[in-house]
Structures are given as structure tokens and as C-alpha cells.
């Protein structure tokens, strides 16, 4: 058995799991220590369905800990970000297009320094160690333990980023923290940076929170082993979510539609995933959420990490309603929902009285919003309607059509039948599928990375990509015979000389419990 437990801006949902059956599921308000939030959902699954520690396998958390902690700008570490790329790359440094309040959070520091490569791997400039312990004198005398190191075409060829991570260390000891840019972003140079600046900006609450995290559940005698959701429905060991905080931040979405696929049996889908406070829309393509193409932009920053495609509106249950119905949102009354809402006694008008008092859901005690007046109900309603069916069609891809899924405890703000898009597919334990997501989660390997044709053959390129893909799959801790390629693209670049494609594989795998995946694949 497993534990799924996903934490929402207004909810924390936990499911026990058998299998693919849930045997539990229950449903909390997010606490302000959300520590103690998913504790208390672990005892309230205890107390659905009474087991023992030595009865589950494994325990896996979604949390929006280090996303909010971001938007925040709350435990950010001082940061330096070096990057290797001289002669070249000097137009535009390190830190270019945050917003100011951003990098004055985590005291940004920029350094650049010679090294990288060339698309197909060769030598842009060798690294100067002088330089480099220099750039090291400096960052120790401004006291910051957290480094971001990126490269030119990194992903192609790591090695100046791994040996100047070397140096580095060597030069300020064991207990800096190091973020190397090929391990979390991919093509495309500032984006990448960005991605590992946040990414080592993130370290040092990472070490606390999820410390916290492991040694409470210990004290409460849970043993089984601890993993986190990614943005991609992979799964982290705790030591990987510690190194890499940054791949947990939109793991709440991917964790619904994963769950979406599984308790619809849908591969291929719209999913309308309806919380307290948002609505996220995002499309399955054979059961995985389909990934961004484009640049991601986080707390104002541009990044390239891996990100599901995901619409957010700002409508969810604790939305609040105004000017008669006709404005929904976007603020919300959020993890107050079950004391400020008027169907459990509250003042405030909210997404949720009025989806009870239309008949669309029973939560809470429906006689105290049976005088809400029928045009303000029927004009916010249709206004969500609309909302969230304009939503949908813009994550389509084509006229063919599109099933629809709605989970998360929200959707009861949903009709029936969407317009344009027919019957709405609401499967048991929809109000959980977040949980449940998190607790199928399997385990990942990707490859993103530029070939030159004029060097290997293009199926000798397609070959070592998947069998690459396959490999950090299993060295994740995937069983070798479950791993399969999920997404495979492949991009020719005319631009570059020689010929050059890029391509992307992802395979995923089913977790092997009786293996830690290492710290770094």
C-alpha cells in the first residue's frame, strides 16, 4: 500500500492506496504548518481505514512549499550565479530581466567567467581555475554558501560545469551548495540559468523543510521510504527533492491529471482540475500532462524547466462573487473556506453557495443560501461556464474532439455538459485525484540535447537518445522491464552548421521500492 498526499493553497488530500484501488481517502484544510497539515491527513487516513506502519510501501508528497516560499520571497538564500561562457555571453549577464524586489531577495550576484561549449560539444574556451578562485575570494568575502553554475550548451557537454563545481568546493569547502544548470534546464542558455539560480536560492529551506518533514515522521514511527512529486508526474528521494526544489513547483496539477487519467481510464484528455482558489486546465497525451514547448515564466522570471502546459484561471470554490455575479474571483477566501462561506454560516459570498444553491453540489447546509436571488446565481454561473470552456479550447490542438475531465474538489462548480465540448466526466474520487496522482507517480529519465548528423546517422542519434532516456530512468530507480518512452521529438536546426537536430526523449518506469534511487542521475 501507498500513501498519496497532495497540499493545495486551501486544501490537503491524502489517499491510501492498494494497487491502482483507492481503499481511503480524506480531505483537509490546509494548515499554516503544512508539516503538521500532512501528519494530521496521514492520522485521518488511520482513522478511515485503520493500518500500520509496516503496512505501506512508500509515502509520496505534492506540496506547494517551494513555490510559495519563491512568490513569497520567504528563506530565499544569498545566491551567486556563474556563468561560463567568455569571450562570449557578456551582452546580456546573469540576473538580466528579474524583477529588482527579486534579485534584491536573494542578494544576486553575478560573475562570468571563460568556458562552454559549441552546439556539437567542442570547446568554446577553456575554464581559467585563477579566475574561477578568484570569483570564489569574492562570493566567500560576501558570505554566500549557495552557488548556480551555468554553461554554454551545457546539456550537450556538462564537463565545465562538473569541473568547476570541483573547483569550487575545493576552494570553500563541503558545505556549499551547488546547482549545476545541465541537471535542470534545458536548451536555451539565460532560461536554463534562471531555472538553476531559483533552483540554488531554494536550497537552503529545502534542507529544513524537508529535514522537518522526514524526522516528524519518523518520531511517528513511519520508516517507508519518502519521495516528492515533480513538475513531469515522476517522483524525487528526499535527497533529490533536497538538491532540486525547483522540480517540485507545479507538481500540484501534474499530480491531478495523472490521477485524472487513472480513475477515467482517459490517455488522451482535457482535464479541468478546480480547487479553492484556482482552476487548472491541461491536456493528457498517453496519460502524462503534454509539457510547455515555450518558456515558463515563474515569479515574474523566465525559466525552461520541465513544466506541464497549464492554463490557471482565477476560479476555484473559495472564489469570491461580486457585482451580482458578474465578476468571479480572481482573490478567494482559500483554506477559509469551511468558515467563511455563507453555506457553512460565513459572510461571504463565494464560487461554492452559489454552486449549491443551483443544485450542482451539497456542501455545507444548503437552506442558508436558498434565498440567494436566481439572476445573481445564473449570471455567475454562466460566467464560470464560459470561463472555463474558453479555457479548455485554447489547450486544444485541433477541431477533432475533446473528452473532458473534471476533478478536484471545485468542480461541482461545473455543469453537466460543457459548451462546445459535451458530457463532463466525473470519476469516483474526483474530489482526490491530486492525491491520488501523486501516489502512481512513476519514475523519469529525459534526454534533451543537440546531435550533429554529420557525425552519427539519424537513427544511430534516435538510438542512443532512448536507450539514454532509458538508462536515467532505471538509474532513478525504475524497474528495467517497466520503462517505456512516453515522448519522443525531434527538431532539425538549420540555423546551426552541421547539420544539427535536437532531440527529446522521455521514458518513465515503474518505481522499485526495493531500490533508493541515487542523488544525482
Known sequence: MRIGIDVGGTNTDAVLMRGDRVVAACKRSTAPDVTRGILDAISALESAHPFGAQDIDAIMVGTTHFINALIER???????????????????????????????????????????????????????????????DDIAA????????????????????????????????????????????RIGLLERENATIINAALRDIADAIL??????????????PLYLSQNDGTLMNLEQARRYPVATFASGPTNSMRGAALLSGMQTCAVVDIGGTTSDIGLLEGGFPRESRAEVHVAGVRTNFRMPDVIS???GGGSRIRDDGRRIGPDSVGYRLPSEARVFGGTALTATDIAVAAGRGVV?????????????????LARIDEEIARGVDRMR???????????GGGSILLPESLPGFG???????????????AAIANVGGEVDRMYSTDRLSRDRIVEQARQ???NRAVLAGATADSVRIVEFDELPIPYLPGNAVRVRVKAVGVLDLGKEAPAHV
Open 364 to 380: 455545507g447546509d444548503p437552506n442558508l443560501v436558498a434565498h440567494l436571488d436566481g439572476s445573481v446565481v445564473r449570471d455567475a
Open 313 to 315: 484561471l482565477g476560479i
Open 397 to 407: 490542438v485541433s477541431a477533432d474532439p475533446l473528452a473532458v475531465v473534471a476533478v
Open 74 to 136: 520567504r528563506g530565499l538564500a544569498p545566491t551567486a550565479a556563474v556563468r561560463l561562457g567568455l569571450p562570449a555571453t557578456s551582452s546580456l549577464p546573469p540576473f538580466v530581466g528579474w524583477p529588482t524586489e527579486l534579485v534584491e531577495a536573494i542578494d544576486g550576484q553575478g560573475y562570468l567567467a571563460h568556458g562552454g561549449y559549441e552546439f556539437d560539444g567542442s570547446a568554446l574556451a577553456d575554464l581559467d581555475p585563477d579566475e574561477l578562485h578568484r570569483i570564489g
Open 468 to 470: 539514454e532516456a532509458i
Open 423 to 437: 458530457t463532463i466526466l466525473r470519476p469516483d474520487n474526483y474530489a482526490v485525484a491530486n492525491a491520488v496522482g
Open 142 to 185: 560576501r558570505g554566500i554558501r549557495s552557488i548556480a553554475i551555468s554553461s554554454v550548451f551545457a546539456p550537450v557537454n556538462a564537463d565545465a560545469e562538473i569541473a568547476a563545481a570541483d573547483i569550487f568546493a575545493a576552494h570553500l569547502g563541503p558545505t556549499v551548495a551547488i546547482s549545476l544548470s545541465h541537471e535542470i534546464g
Open 211 to 224: 529535514a522537518d518533514l522526514s524526522e516528524s515522521l519518523h518520531r511517528r514511527g513511519w520508516d517507508a
